[in-house]
């Protein structure tokens, strides 16, 4: 067998050219290659948008379906867990798959398998559930509360009822379709078959829920959590909803973001740059560091939760439920908020591994940081209702949000511009959230803390407001 070759590691498109660019004898040399290297990674990109339409198209029509492809998505999840090779074919064509020996092993519901045919092809069946679907009854606290004491008792009692008879019926069911697989009467709903039933071990099944939770409610949790509306006990039981498997993933990721940019400014600049106000310029980052995440994601997670039940159609029935406004509000911008201030201190706490950080005034520093979170994943809400595609929804952040958080003081001090430049930056919202969380940390400040504390309450109010008229008027919220 001959020897191995040596693999080049890298960590990312960045890294290569970095110090190469930082190298270059010119401003404009590095510049130059820092451009071109930006462009290549940004072709696919615009390629991708130039057929946006097209499939955006696709998927308006296509968007039925997207339960169905999401409980497949969930099963081959599990199946690529215990490393096997998952495709997807049609319903139909399995059998022929089987017979021919195309495929090893198919993956269905008991009585579907044995209707379609699928006992005729196969020897044996291992009856592990992989597919599942959720059922749920809901009901308005306050509406609860008025309710007679008599009818809260009955409808529990009927819940009770409807929940043990829907347990009773998947059973009923399993056990008819495994004596129908197996050539055993009663066999009231499907055809007899000669297939051997081979039973689950305590084992395997221990594996199984180590799969689904680290395959499946993982990945769930890391790309959905701040983009539903989900209860903040709920969320905070990370126990329950987020394996082993999925915090390194989340912790390394976090940890290479948190690393390009201290290559990027306190490499670059800081070798430059030893402090800025008696702060060396590693720490003087950290604050910008923590803003720049804390904006981006309190817009994408509240701006993406509310704009996808708008796409798929299903905010009518989200309208239509016995939830108050504010009820609506608050989950969505709950849980985005929640996802962006728990970002926030874990890359406080990994920033402080590589820097010496000591924060002045704890209080205000998580003051600022939740009031931030709310008031960006606010207007992230509004982002989200008055967006009509997918571009419109990426629009705000990406040109106005983005170019604002890095030209308000995130990475300097605005007290280092030109008297004219300087003055133009104050009309910069984000300068006074940067300035106000820096002064926690340091206790320096590029504006009064006053003014700073005040600008974050009247986007804050102004946020409340247009969302009370949106509201109130149902602007784009019915078309």
């Not at 915090?247 to 976090?254: D, H, N, Q, T």
């Not at 209702?385 to 929804?393: D, G, H, N, P, V």
């Not at 974050?456 to 019915?478: H, N, Q, S």
Request: with cysteine; net charge positive; proline share 5%.
């Amino acid at each position: 067998m001959p020897p191995r070759q040596p693999r080049r590691i890298t960590s990312g498109p960045l890294w290569p050219i970095l110090p190469r660019a930082r190298g270059r004898h010119t401003v404009g040399e590095g510049a130059a290659l820092l451009a071109a290297s930006s462009l290549g990674l940004g072709i696919p990109f615009l390629v991708a948008a130039l057929f946006s339409g097209a499939f955006m198209r696709f998927l308006q029509k296509f968007r039925v379906h997207l339960g169905r492809v999401e409980k497949v998505i969930g099963v081959l999840l599990v199946v690529a867990g215990v490393g096997a090779s998952a495709v997807s074919m049609a319903f139909a064509e399995v059998v022929p798959a089987l017979s021919a020996g195309v495929v090893d092993c198919a993956v269905t519901g008991s009585l579907s398998g044995n209707t379609a045919g699928w006992a005729e092809v196969t020897k044996s069946i291992y009856p592990m559930s992989l597919g599942w679907s959720i059922n749920v009854l809901a009901v308005n606290l306050d509406s609860w509360k008025r309710l007679d004491p008599k009818v809260q008792t009955f409808l529990t009692e009927q819940f009770k009822a409807y929940e043990d008879k829907m347990w009773a019926t998947i059973k009923t069911t399993t056990s008819v379709a495994d004596n129908c697989n197996s050539g055993v009467q009663p066999c009231t709903m499907g055809k007899l078959a000669k297939t051997t039933i081979v039973p689950v071990k305590p084992e395997e099944m221990e594996a199984h829920k180590k799969l689904v939770e680290g395959a499946v409610l993982a990945g769930w949790y890391t790309t959905e959590v701040g983009r539903q509306p989900y209860t903040i006990y709920g969320l905070l039981r990370t126990e329950d909803s987020l394996s082993p498997i999925a915090a390194p993933a989340v912790g390394a990721s976090l940890l290479t973001f948190i690393i390009v940019y201290f290559l990027v400014f306190g490499g670059a600049i800081g070798s430059r740059m030893k402090s800025i106000e008696g702060v060396p310029y590693g720490a003087f980052i950290v604050p910008g560091l923590i803003m720049l995440t804390l904006l981006t994601q309190s817009i994408s997670n509240a701006s993406f939760g509310i704009y996808f039940p708008k796409f798929v159609g299903t905010i009518f029935e989200l309208l239509s439920a016995p939830v108050s406004y504010l009820e609506i509000v608050v989950a969505y911008v709950g849980a985005a908020a929640t996802k962006s201030v728990a970002i926030g201190l874990i890359i406080l706490a990994t920033a402080a591994l590589f820097v010496d950080l000591h924060i002045q005034h704890p209080f205000w520093m998580l003051a600022f940081l939740i009031l931030t979170a709310v008031t960006f994943s606010l207007f992230g809400f509004i982002i989200g209702i008055w967006a009509a595609s997918f571009e419109q929804l990426q629009l705000v952040p990406l040109l106005i949000v983005t170019p604002l958080t890095f030209l308000g003081g995130s990475f300097y001090s605005i007290d280092m511009l030109p008297g004219i430049w300087r003055t133009v930056t104050l009309f910069n919202p984000v300068v006074y959230l940067v300035s106000g969380f820096r002064w926690a940390f340091f206790g320096i400040s590029d504006v009064s803390v006053a003014v700073s504390l005040g600008m974050t309450i009247v986007f804050l109010v102004a946020c409340i407001a247009v969302i009370a008229w949106i509201f109130r008027t149902g602007y784009r919220l019915r078309s």
